[in-house]
């Protein structure tokens, strides 16, 4: 369905293409509601597809006395991971005590054995040193007095986003991405009754009907609906990460540790076959609507804190595949340092216009019944859910033909794609289920998600729909061109089209995906301050050796 021929009339209407409009959008099509969900860039674009990839209770949380943020966050993880195995799989956490380094042991212990009780499971163990290094034997052991195991939980952000609107979409909703809301349309009461909105790319206009309108639209949330709260005003953070191969980074699980230089916590997670590094927490001044990349300082910061937790490795700037940052809508009341401030989210509401916002992508259901609770007054009569209903539909049985793929292969793509992976698996040709090199990704994905996913670019395909773009060096560059025989039946575009495709692919890559342009100079002087100088000797004297070669005189 195209704005063209969209319906004119809605039951509601949902502003925002991430995690939080997606988990409004598949509970309001259980409610048998008549829903469109619109996105101004492509579904996923912003945070829900540069986050951490955790699904996670939020450890530190209980450091700051926020409880209930720390309660509702487990039991989501633990609904999530029974739900969509596949999606949301468990991750081993590792966490190096030190002496005088970080929290203590008592500390995590207490921590951890709340995070234990709100699970109803106990998931955590403490480990002497010579343990502790048997599970993580690179790590530095000066002044180190043991470590904690305990699970948390990891997913694809996307591809969760993605899931969650496919479902809705199969069920009777409509989503629609590079459409824009131009206006929100009100009577002489200043009640809602519509939207006008705008194809971002062919600019044709249309508008709708509805008396609910939710903005959904996460750090733009005050753009369609200002703070009521004088005091209360988004904050957009960055978070940054650098990903490596699993090569220069062996583990197999996750490590929280403290930053030498701030004591932040930072992490090195195995994720889809590489590892994340990450993440900074900074205040992100810059153009909303313009992709976030990281800085020299950033990439600096983690690589210092890289070589500090893994002092035998040599850790090399150039080992780094790439990079991406992501801006979280934060909720703040005043100067407080960025790592300090509340991951809670709330919900305004102004006569049918209601806006929720924060949060985090753990508790996006949560925050799906929430929003929806505030707008029952102007919805039409519904069976409103369980706020402990399912937010997926059951993973099918593995099926009678295995078609050549594990088990695991089967979880997998049940967990990306639902029941749809049945299809997927059945029109593909037997070559194209296998893995992409240095992804868990079949090339069979490629054309079923161009074909159903709504991808308008190949950035939307490459970069969310699957992860070539951040899994493979240089974006993928050496697989665009099977990428190209293999969905431009389902795309159809011309080779002009194909040529443009890929140029700003690689484009945008390079912008907002590669390290900063010359950073390996700006390292080695940060790292080595004497290096510029002796350089500079180098070149001084390499000059005069070359002038008296030159003039006959060795």
Same mark, same amino acid.
């Given at each position: 369905m195209n704005l063209e021929t969209l319906p004119e009339n809605w039951d509601l209407i949902v502003v925002g293409g991430g995690i939080t409009g997606a988990g409004i959008f598949r509970v309001a099509v259980r409610m048998n509601l008549q829903v469109l969900l619109v996105e101004q860039k492509d579904f996923a674009w912003g945070t829900s597809s540069r986050s951490s990839?955790?699904?996670? $209770? $939020?450890?530190? *949380?209980?450091k700051e006395g926020r409880f209930i943020l720390t309660r509702d966050s487990v039991r989501e993880r633990e609904r999530l991971l029974q739900e969509a195995p596949g999606l949301v799989e468990p991750l081993g956490f590792l966490v190096p005590v030190y002496k005088g380094r970080g929290p203590g042991k008592w500390v995590l212990e207490a921590g951890?054995?709340? *995070?234990?009780?709100? #699970?109803? !499971?106990?998931?955590? !163990? %403490? *480990? +002497?040193?010579?343990?502790?290094?048997?599970?993580?034997?690179?790590? =530095?052991?000066?002044?180190?007095? /043991? /470590?904690?195991?305990f699970f948390d939980a990891q997913v694809d952000d996307a591809r969760l986003v993605l899931r969650l609107i496919s479902e809705a979409v199969q069920f009777g909703g409509c989503a629609l991405n590079y459409t824009v809301v131009t206006q929100i349309n009100r009577n002489s009461k200043g009640e809602v009754i519509g939207i006008q909105m705008e194809d971002a790319e062919t600019h044709v206009e249309k508008t709708l009907s509805t008396r609910t309108v939710i903005n959904a639209t996460g750090t733009w949330a005050e753009i369609l609906h200002p703070s009521p709260e004088p005091n209360l005003h988004l904050r957009p953070l960055r978070g940054s990460h650098l990903i490596f191969p699993s090569r220069v980074l062996p583990i197999d699980q #996750?490590? +929280?540790?403290?930053?030498?230089?701030d004591n932040r916590a930072l992490f090195v997670i195995p994720w889809e076959g590489v590892v994340l590094v990450g993440t900074t927490d900074l205040d992100h001044r810059? =153009?909303?609507?313009?992709?976030? &990349?990281?800085t020299k300082e950033e990439v600096l910061y983690l690589?210092? @804190?890289?070589?500090?937790?893994?002092?035998? %490795? =040599?850790?090399?700037?150039?080992?780094?595949i790439s990079t991406f940052s992501g801006v979280r809508p934060v909720l703040s009341k005043g100067d407080r340092a960025p790592s300090e401030e509340s991951r809670e989210?709330?919900?305004?509401? =102004? !006569? @049918?216009l209601v806006t929720i &916002? @924060?949060? !985090?992508?753990?508790?996006?259901?949560k925050l799906a019944i929430d929003a929806l609770k505030v707008a029952k007054p102007f919805l039409p009569p519904a069976k409103f859910p369980d706020d402990n209903g399912p937010v997926f539909s059951p993973v099918p049985e593995l099926p009678e033909k295995s078609y050549g793929l594990s088990p695991d292969r089967w979880r997998n793509l049940y967990g990306r794609y639902g029941e749809s992976a049945n299809e997927l698996v059945r029109m593909a040709a037997s070559k194209d289920l296998t893995k992409i090199p240095g992804t868990r990704t079949l090339w069979a994905?490629?054309? %079923? &998600?161009?074909?159903?996913?709504?991808?308008?670019?190949?950035?939307?395909?490459l970069l969310r729909r699957v992860r070539i773009g951040v899994l493979t060096p240089h974006g993928g560059k050496a697989h665009l061109h099977r990428v190209r025989k293999l969905c431009r039946p389902v795309l159809h575009w011309s080779r002009k089209r194909w040529r443009q495709e890929v140029h700003m692919y690689l484009s945008q890559w390079k912008y907002a995906h590669a390290l900063p342009e010359g950073l390996s100079e700006d390292f080695l002087e940060r790292k080595f301050p004497f290096v510029k100088t002796f350089q500079e000797f180098l070149t001084a004297y390499a000059r005069k050796l070359f002038s008296k070669v030159r003039f006959g005189k060795p």
């Open positions: 990839k955790l699904v996670h $209770g $939020g450890l530190r *949380y209980l951890l054995s709340i *995070y234990d009780l709100i #699970a109803h !499971k106990r998931q955590h !163990k %403490f *480990y +002497s040193p010579s343990e502790f290094l048997k599970l993580a034997p690179h790590i =530095d052991q000066k002044e180190l007095v /043991g /470590g904690f195991h #996750a490590i +929280s540790f403290m930053h030498p230089s810059e =153009d909303l609507s313009v992709e976030p &990349t990281i690589i210092e @804190g890289l070589n500090a937790l893994f002092p035998a %490795f =040599d850790i090399s700037i150039k080992d780094c989210h709330v919900v305004w509401q =102004d !006569k @049918g &916002t @924060g949060g !985090k992508l753990t508790t996006f259901h994905e490629l054309p %079923f &998600t161009a074909k159903h996913e709504q991808v308008r670019h190949l950035t939307d395909l």
